[in-house]
């Protein structure tokens, strides 16, 4: 029930990720060295976009780190006392392509995390994996063959008993983004599906003709969820 805080550190000349926590008077450590030297991330290289997590018992960070040149989300849990890195040795996602724009929330116990995944350099779609403090499983995937997609930018939150996923998606054609919109998805259970219908199709729930630069979800606590994004298509 603490206030918990992660940002990165710059000033040994590569990014690591610190963590300090608010004990009621003083900002400390959250753990030793979790806001000096090389922070959590450890030896990870080339530290970029970072989110963090908690359940209130477990608190998560996940980060992308440059590996062969490529994007990869790495994810460590603290668990009261020290930190673990939990996320495959290559990372999440396909080690062949970038993966970006990590999100994760915890949902009855596990820890689900969401990102952007590169498919060739003109593609990109969302998934979503869990961690059920054991192993990892898929649970979602908007990755297909269709030659255009453009989704990205997937937010995780969970509240009242509900765990929601928004993104926003767009075409392209001759190379040139067409248009982008917010889509919306309830975890069942066994994978996310839309709550109404044409939340994750066609033009999602935002307006026709957006143009999505940025997208934040929060969920209260009856489940519901708020969205909050900026539209520069008009």
Do not use: C
Not at 62 to 73: H, K, L, R, S
Not at 147 to 171: D, F, I, K, T, Y
């Amino acid at each position: 029930g603490l206030l918990t805080a992660a940002w990165l550190d710059a000033a040994s000349g590569s990014s690591k990720v610190f963590v300090r926590q608010f004990n009621g008077t003083a900002w400390v450590d959250l753990s030793a060295g979790s806001a000096s030297g090389l922070g959590i991330s450890t030896n990870d290289v080339l530290v970029g976009e970072f989110e963090i997590a908690t359940s209130g018992e477990n608190l998560a960070v996940a980060y992308t780190v440059e590996n062969d040149g490529e994007g990869q989300i790495v994810v460590r849990e603290y668990n009261g006392s020290s930190w673990t890195r939990i996320s495959p040795a290559r990372g999440l996602g396909d080690v062949n392509y970038e993966s970006t724009s990590p999100s994760l929330t915890y949902h009855d116990g596990q820890l689900f995390v969401g990102w952007t995944q590169d498919m060739d350099g003109l593609r990109s779609g969302i998934q979503v994996r869990k961690f059920d403090g054991t192993l990892w499983s898929d649970v979602f995937s908007s990755v297909s063959g269709e030659a255009a997609e453009l989704a990205a930018r997937p937010r995780l939150a969970s509240n009242g008993g509900r765990l929601h996923l928004v993104w926003s998606g767009g075409q392209a054609e001759d190379f040139l983004v067409t248009g982008t919109s917010v889509y919306a998805a309830i975890w069942n259970g066994s994978t996310f599906v839309e709550e109404v219908a044409g939340d994750a199709s066609a033009g999602g729930v935002s307006l026709a003709g957006s143009a999505v630069s940025s997208l934040v979800l929060a969920v209260g606590t009856t489940g519901q969820p708020y969205l909050a994004w900026a539209d520069t298509g008009t």
